[in-house]
């Protein structure tokens, strides 16, 4: 079975940077493409970036492109989220997420995912102005 640990959270003033990293054990991380979802007090849980298991393809909600760079280490076992130009209303819990996917499915199918898929904990990025 599968675990996250996200770390790297904190508080930043707008404008600045953050490296989020997804540390997982358990599984074969190879397997796995991955997420990156932020939740904001009173607000949806939203997606913010995925990528395959190979790690070389990517794929970013709109808000954050140009600004956030999602990777993955197979040979680490961890994806990290780089952050540069934060605003404030990036401020959220980062939650990063796991799945197995079967080839040639839908790119959609690397956007969604719910709670029958592997999930952190969450760290607070609080961003200030």
């Known amino acids: 079975q599968v675990q996250l640990v996200e770390s790297g959270g904190g508080l930043v003033q707008a404008g600045g940077s953050l490296r989020l990293s997804c540390a997982a054990s358990?599984?074969?991380?190879?397997?796995?493409?991955m997420a990156w979802f932020r939740q904001a007090p009173g607000k949806e849980r939203e997606f913010v970036a995925a990528?395959?298991?190979?790690?070389?393809?990517?794929y970013y909600a709109d808000s954050v492109k140009g600004r956030f760079t999602i990777s993955k280490d197979n040979a680490k076992n961890t994806m990290s989220l780089q952050m540069i130009s934060l605003k404030t209303e990036n401020t959220a819990v980062y939650s990063c997420?796991?799945?197995?996917?079967?080839?040639?499915?839908?790119?959609?199918?690397?956007?969604?995912?719910?709670?029958?898929?592997?999930w952190g904990q969450g760290t607070q990025v609080t961003v200030c102005s």
């Open positions: 997420a796991a799945k197995e996917l079967k080839p040639a499915v839908a790119p959609s199918s690397y956007r969604d995912y719910n709670g029958d898929n592997v």
């Open positions: 358990g599984g074969t991380f190879s397997y796995l493409a």
């Open positions: 990528i395959r298991k190979s790690g070389y393809i990517t």
